[in-house]
């Protein structure tokens, strides 16, 4: 049994929605207190949008998760750099191909992976923009093609694969339980999903059947079957199992891989190991912007550094899709980011007022482990904390203490000693601000001094109206010059 410690001898059960099963089953580990897992990564021919960043968020969040409760986690987030064809089930050019294309470059394979590592070290510094814990290893695609022949080879000499004019297929129809997932996307039954991806191919066995690898006579590398490319879902499953052995804990992803990426992948899998892959897939919910699903042909994919540039933390987006299930369709707006901007920063300015050297409030600790082992239920552990701040039965260094403890799970900075980067719009010197601010600061830190905790909120709350903000740092305060007060 894991999950939330409530005592040194007891633990809540932890409870995770597996989409193989369609229920919320409780989590038990392969081995130990040792948890592997895998993330489906992006493939690298631009920069990761918004909605893209959301899958990282929640598998970070399901990893603190499972850190929280004592266990050790060795996660793998993958890099398609090769391979990811511009539809799902084989067909159109290689994204990465038609990245070299529309950047001018010429078409080789150095060529590729150049490009490929810049929108990689972009993507890497998103995911740390957002709080985001490293995994044990990016492996990138192409830095596993020997792995991904091998593989391959062992689908032939079990008689899994078969060749055509333009690639080497997997046969579904020898594997009897193929599509275990089913064909869910974004919560709702798509029996045509899964067709609607596939441009019907004659040599195919059967029209379920996924490319292995691809022929490409021009630009490739060399396998025994031919010059070319391996297939998008043939290198998550080598790197998976490479990385993370035969069989592993959990594999997560966005709803839009349930149908076809993920189930290849099991079928790839099982069909070389005879055992089961994965014991609990996962899948985070789309966001939407403005009631539209993400595209470019909506000309809606924004980017993180955009968030920056309309002076949005991305700290604050990360707060934003914690009040939302991870399960559930997320609706962006800026008028939403913005809210939840405001709203961490105000717990933020609340909890630097808080001293140091308190306990965690063990009601509050329950309450919001009961939340989190409750299939990640993240929105309501945020509830938990607003209702801790607001309790004045709670002491402020026990406040302190609760909130970074919670903190853990919720990767949102409390207690590095700075407030969301956005709201340092201005760092004033003391003795450039109006002399009421300053008188104000000053007597808030006579408060402080003092102890009068109710008394220095009161005059923090003050000092915004003036429009400006204070940050309680180890020099001493720092105010912030904001264009309007902050409203909470």
């Known amino acids: 049994m894991l999950g939330f410690l409530k005592k040194s001898t007891e633990r809540l059960p932890l409870f995770l929605y597996n989409t193989l099963s369609k229920t919320k089953e409780e989590f038990k580990t392969i081995s130990g207190k040792k948890v592997k897992m895998y993330t489906c990564g992006p493939t690298v021919y631009d920069y990761a949008h918004i909605g893209n960043l959301r899958a990282y968020v929640f ?13 050790s986690v060795k996660q793998v987030i993958n890099i398609t750099d090769v391979g990811h064809l511009a539809q799902d089930s084989d067909d159109g050019e290689d994204k990465m191909t038609n990245a070299l294309k529309r950047e001018g470059k010429e078409l080789t394979i150095p060529n590729m992976k150049l490009l490929g590592e810049s929108y990689t070290s972009l993507f890497i510094e998103d995911l740390k923009a957002l709080n985001v814990e490293m995994p044990f290893v990016f492996p990138r695609a192409t830095a596993h093609i020997h792995e991904q022949i091998a593989f391959i080879s062992s689908l032939f ?3 899994y694969a078969y060749k055509t004019s333009d690639g080497i297929y997997f046969d579904t129809a020898k594997f009897p339980s193929y599509g275990a997932l089913g064909v869910s996307d974004g919560g709702q039954a798509l029996p045509s999903l899964g067709q609607a991806r596939i441009v019907a191919n004659p040599e195919k066995h059967d029209q379920r059947d996924f490319a292995l690898w691809k022929f490409d006579s021009s630009l490739g590398f ?18 998976a199992t490479k990385y993370l052995g035969k069989s592993f804990d959990i594999h997560t992803g966005g ?37 539209k699903r993400i595209g470019k042909s909506e000309g809606n994919a924004i980017r993180l550094y955009q968030l920056r540039e309309r002076n949005v933390s991305p700290t604050a987006y990360r707060y934003l899709l914690l009040t939302a299930h991870y399960r559930s369709l997320l609706n962006f707006t800026w008028e939403a980011v913005l809210g939840a901007q405001t709203a961490l920063q105000r717990a933020q300015r609340m909890f630097a007022d808080f001293p140091a050297g308190g306990h965690i409030a063990t009601l509050y600790r329950t309450k919001f482990g ?27 260094a026990d406040k302190r203490a609760t909130i970074l403890d919670f903190d853990r799970v919720f990767g949102l900075g409390f207690g590095t000693g700075s407030l969301s980067e956005s709201s340092k719009v201005s ?13 104000l600061v000053k007597e808030r830190e006579e408060a402080r001094g003092s ?38």
């Not at 102890?451 to 109206?465: G, N, P």
């Open 255 to 291: 709803v839009d891989h349930i149908a076809i990426h993920h189930n290849n992948e099991i079928a790839q899998a099982e069909a070389v190991s005879g055992k089961r892959f994965v014991n609990y897939w996962m899948h985070g919910e789309f966001i939407t912007i403005e009631g």
């Open 427 to 439: 760092v004033t010197a003391l003795s450039d601000v109006p002399t009421e601010v300053a008188s």
């Open 370 to 396: 009961t939340a989190i082992n409750d299939d990640l239920n993240i929105p309501i552990a945020i509830a938990v904390m607003w209702e801790l701040l607001k309790d004045d039965s709670v002491t402020p």
């Open 222 to 239: 060399e396998a025994p079957w031919g010059k070319g490319f391996p297939g998008w879902h043939i290198e998550c499953t080598a790197m």
């Open 59 to 71: 598998a970070d969040t399901l990893r603190r998760t499972l850190e929280y409760a004592g266990l």
């Open 157 to 159: 000499q079990k008689g």
């Open 451 to 488: 102890k009068d905790w109710a008394r220095a909120d009161a005059l923090r709350l003050s000092i915004e109206e003036q429009g400006f903000t204070v940050e309680d740092a180890p020099e001493g305060p720092i105010v912030h010059k904001t264009s309007e007060g902050f409203k909470g």
